[in-house]
């Protein structure tokens, strides 16, 4: 997180915090137990939440960096010649990532413990309307969907198949379906 420099103690400190919490998320979800994670940090309570004063704050820690490599993964889309498949490419894995990081996905919903300093869900705006806008203009999305739509759409499926035995394939699946449609009107 930025800010002004820590002591090595408090690096230290949040750095095990996160740590902690990567595992007890992996395992239990976005409704992992702060106070096991600040048992396993070997931190107190207090020191947790002088690091991260939410939840919220928390979660955006543990996602931030799988957060940048969608991200990345956006950017390097955005060349490639085929601009409909690029985006469906990304929005797959983004539903994929979703389904398979247990608590992404209702941590993004918005006003789930809202924080001002959340940037995980911008980030995947920014980086998926660039996909989408060159989609457009290549005639190969709808003219009035706009990022928001289709990241809801994704966010669900993902919260839909993430206790799935194949969360990531069910993902995958679903989400090409609701890109190609249901029906051929």
Known sequence: ??????????????????????????????????????????????????HFPSRRALLEAVFHDRVEVLCLQARDLAGAPDAGQALADWLRAVAVFGATTRGLASSMLPGVEAAADSDCGPMLMT???????????????????????????????????????????????????????????
């Open 1 to 50: 997180m930025p800010g002004p420099p820590k002591r090595a103690d408090a690096r230290r400190n949040y750095e095990r915090i996160l740590a902690a919490a990567e595992e007890e998320i992996a395992r239990d979800g976005a409704v992992a137990s702060l106070e096991e994670i600040a048992r396993r940090a070997g931190v107190g309570s207090a020191t947790l939440h002088r």
């Open 127 to 185: 980086a998926g309307d660039i996909l989408l806008r060159r989609a457009r203009t290549a005639g190969a999305a709808r003219p009035g969907v706009t990022i928001a739509d289709v990241l809801t759409i994704v966010n669900a499926i993902s919260l839909a198949t993430e206790q799935h035995p194949r969360a990531a394939e069910e993902a995958a699946r679903l989400t090409t379906l609701a890109l190609s449609g249901v029906v051929s009107a």
